[in-house]
């Protein structure tokens, strides 16, 4: 898997350059030719320390617990309760996790499991908090089966700023709680369907943090 153990997600650094270029650009045009190219070149080079701070890659301690679904994204809880998951029509408790431009924005696997399926549909691009989101947004998503044979939807949904999903998982891999798999680029939301039976621990406007908020216990 991409991004372990790199202080900025490798996704970033395309507009990171780019940023830094047009800075460089207007600041050699303002000692060249007029002062007022200065301007344009601060607000490319505040841009380029946002884009660093949004693609920031931080470690994290993953709780070794066997039962436990660990948060895939940074950010708070926005819905919580039981609903027919679209893809696998199976009725299941869903949390999700909204991600503003503020949060780290690299995702996790909530468990350790196989990748039985994935399924990437194309859609629209309402407000995340929209519960439309879950079913017209653009999203990415995969069926991870533990070993003990239960089974976890998580799913990637882009939102009115994010217009790109990454997922590096491939139906078959295995992965480990709390490995990186993907992430979503600038503000976004994760959708987690976990099976009937599961203790969900996280509250509605409870704040997660990837790969460390236990959001429930397996059944």
Known sequence: MRNTNTPIAAEGYPFIFGALALTVVFALLGLKLHAGFFAPAGFFCLLSAFIVFFFRNPERNTPNL????????????????????????????????????????????PVTGRVLDSFYTKGKFYDVRDERATFENEQQGLVLETSPGQKLVVVQVAGLIARRIVCYAKVGDLLTRGRRYGLIRFGSRLDVYLPLGTKVKVAMGEKTVAGETVLGLLP
Do not use: L, W, Y
């Open 66 to 109: 066997e039962q436990g679904v660990i948060a895939p994204a940074d950010g708070v809880v926005i819905f919580s309760g039981r609903v027919v998951e679209p893809h696998t029509q199976t009725e299941m408790e869903k949390v999700s996790i909204f991600m503003s431009v503020f949060n780290v924005h690299v995702n996790r696997a």
